[in-house]
């Protein structure tokens, strides 16, 4: 299951803010229920550890500890049953001052089920299993490949990682006549298919067990490509993960990039390709039905406030305040909101043109 932009970047937010809370001792309080697991049965437990937390020598982490583990329960009360995708839980002291108690709270239901069972009193809240939930859902490995060179890398949510890159030691065309000739190939051709036995070792060690590999594209020049695929003994399992196969010039990093891009149709579900799309339609829109776009945050509160907005297209670098305010107007009038990242050159164009903020129209508004 997928985590959307929006539940995504709340979650990155929670994280940020949890993961950057440091107590002064060990008084911040982290619950966690997976789904599917008896509440009850973790309120009894929290009762059980307010008793062994009256044991507690210092007065100030006793008394923090005790008040979190109270709200805690309170709020844990007001569930009949555990949420569908699982509960977390954190409270303590958050004052940096000494002497001086700041009990927060935060309840969380996860966008995706959580399967971890939790209690833990420390300096830091346990955030870990937030973090796993933002991991993208789908990888897809990487390979441009020719006689001399080969890079591996991953596509993993909208960034394009170099992994290895491999050289071969074949050398380029070389003259030569006769026996010489017969020769040179026979040498050349046993150092490809070395090299093609290096790369498929290399593949097997990054892929095999990748849990979240989703398939594998493969560029490079014809035909090594092809060659590769038919000699270099790739295990079967890799094999039948290759999506698409393209012909390609460059086998370096840019070559990743062009891999990437023309392979869009093969990976059109993935977050880079869909959130590419949607951004091409927007720039498309604006340079040839001006009238049926808008930018800028005067501009798009004003759509907003008219009704004419279909598409919000809105920057996560955008003041969480006005995020929220300018979603809370595309809601009101039905308008589909899509969160923009800043992690790639497209996401980068869109908040430099726009600071942050565009829609395309349901009508023109001038």
Known sequence: MEIDQKK???????????????GRHTELVSVMIPAG????????QLEAEKSTAANIKSKQTRTAVTDSLERIIRELKNYKQTPPNGLAAFCGNVSDKEGVQDIRLWIYEPPVPLNVR???????????????????REVFGLLVIDRQEAT????????IKVITHLTSGVPGKVRAGGQSSQRYHRVTEGLAKEFFRRVAEEMKKIFFDMP????????????TKEDFLDEGQLVTKLKEKVIAVKDLGYVDEHGLELL?????????EQELIKEKNILEKFFETLGKHREKAVY?????RLALERGAVDLLLISVDVPKDTREEFERMAAKIGAECVLISNENHDGEQF?????GVGAILRFAIE
């Open 152 to 159: 591996i890398g991953v596509l993993e949510g909208k960034q």
């Open 260 to 268: 990437v891009e023309d392979s869009q149709k093969d990976i059109a």
């Open 212 to 223: 979240r590999l989703k398939g594998i594209l493969v560029g490079g020049p014809i035909p």
């Open 118 to 136: 939790l209690y833990r009193c420390d300096q830091i809240f346990i955030v870990e299993p937030l973090k796993e939930m933002l991991e993208a």
């Open 37 to 44: 697991f008896n509440i009850s049965g973790v309120v009894r």
């Open 8 to 22: 995504k970047q709340e979650l990155e937010e929670l994280v940020q803010l949890l993961g950057g809370i440091k």
């Open 296 to 300: 800028g945050f005067e501009k798009t």
């Open 351 to 355: 908040l430099n043109l726009t600071k």
